[in-house]
């Protein structure tokens, strides 16, 4: 877009940065053209219009200035000085990693922002004092979220991380017994949730389902129907629909996902050394089907088969708007 990146962004507001796709972004294009002259710097992942041939002959047929090629690699080579990847290794002073106040900063953050989301018969927060034994199940109670992916910024590599396991046992040792039988148990705590695989919370593709896997539904209402007092904590990213489950759980937590520290984060939530006071930044809706970008016949939900046309059937009011 020529008026935006050149004319707006880079003559008006005086940007000296460079512009880089998005990933694939340019994978329908064929004119380098265009993108010269809008100036942008870099395709990425790989070059779909940035060819040498393309660009060449382009230029040979006088359809870029050499200014516009200059200005566009000059930018990118401008970051390359300004970042120590050229000239003298003194540019860029040495990174600190893990620093002191990281890790509280990591477990407050988490712990500000889970959501109490259900807490009958105050169940919540556990009294360790009160009960002998816990029971913990789940697929995403020793779960390890931060993982390398692609290299780009999905990449995190923390220095360690707690899951739900390793931060609730520790804070049980010495007072109360931890199990995998719910119906032995005093309570029962079920982290469940959505994880990074294709199909769920993953990068380029849509959730396969509004709904938990079945066999965690499944394993929720068991593990109710053997310990009234049973504890659903959601590790996720989305919403989740729950019209299956929620009247059988008496207490339910959304952590997210609660990073390094998250184990530590949520023991302290549960056991009542802090607060829960995260609301909600997205609406869950009780049906998929109540979303109107949705439909019972599946015909509005990607793929569908209506031509792939979008509906905004709420016109203005997006999101919590549109619900209430």
């Keep these: 877009n020529i008026q935006l990146l050149r004319r707006t962004l880079m003559d008006d507001w005086g940007f000296k940065g460079f512009v880089v796709t998005d990933w694939d972004a340019t994978k329908y294009m064929d004119d380098a053209v265009v993108c010269i002259n809008s100036g942008l710097s870099i395709e990425m992942p790989r070059p779909h219009c940035y060819k040498l041939t393309s660009l060449k002959d382009a ?11 200059d200005d566009v690699v000059k930018r990118f080579l401008r970051m390359f000085f300004l970042t120590g990847i050229m000239g003298p290794k003194k540019a860029v002073g040495d990174s600190k990693k893990d620093i ?52 780009g910024s999905t990449a995190v590599v923390p220095p360690y991380e707690i899951t739900p396991l390793e931060g609730i046992t520790e804070r049980c040792k010495g007072k109360v017994a931890i199990i995998s039988d719910a119906s032995k148990a005093d309570l029962a705590i079920v982290i469940a949730g959505l994880n990074h695989d294709k199909g769920m919370d993953a990068e380029s593709e849509d959730r396969r389902s509004f709904d938990l896997p079945q066999e965690q539904m499944n394993m929720i209402q068991n593990t109710c129907r053997d310990n009234p007092n049973t504890i659903v904590i959601l590790i996720s990213g989305s919403p989740i629909g729950m019209e299956d489950w929620l009247g059988d759980v008496p ?28 609301k909600l930044p997205i609406t869950f809706p009780r049906k998929l089907v109540d979303s109107p970008a949705h439909s019972e016949k599946d015909t509005r939900t990607y793929p569908g088969n209506d031509s792939f046309r979008v509906y905004y059937d709420e016109e203005i009011y997006v999101g919590y708007r549109y619900f209430d």
């Design 59 to 69: 230029f040979e047929k006088q359809e870029f200035t050499e200014f516009m090629l």
């Design 251 to 278: 207490a339910l937590l959304e952590a997210w996902y609660p990073g390094m520290e998250g184990g530590k984060a949520i023991a302290n939530v549960i056991f009542g050394s802090t607060n829960p006071s995260g």
């Design 100 to 151: 002191a106040g990281h890790p509280d900063l990591s477990r407050r953050i988490a712990e500000e922002g889970m959501v109490l989301l259900k807490n009958d018969r105050n169940l919540l927060p556990i009294d360790l004092e009160n009960i002998q034994t816990i029971a913990l199940l789940g697929p995403n109670l020793d779960v390890k979220f931060g993982r390398p992916q692609y290299g």
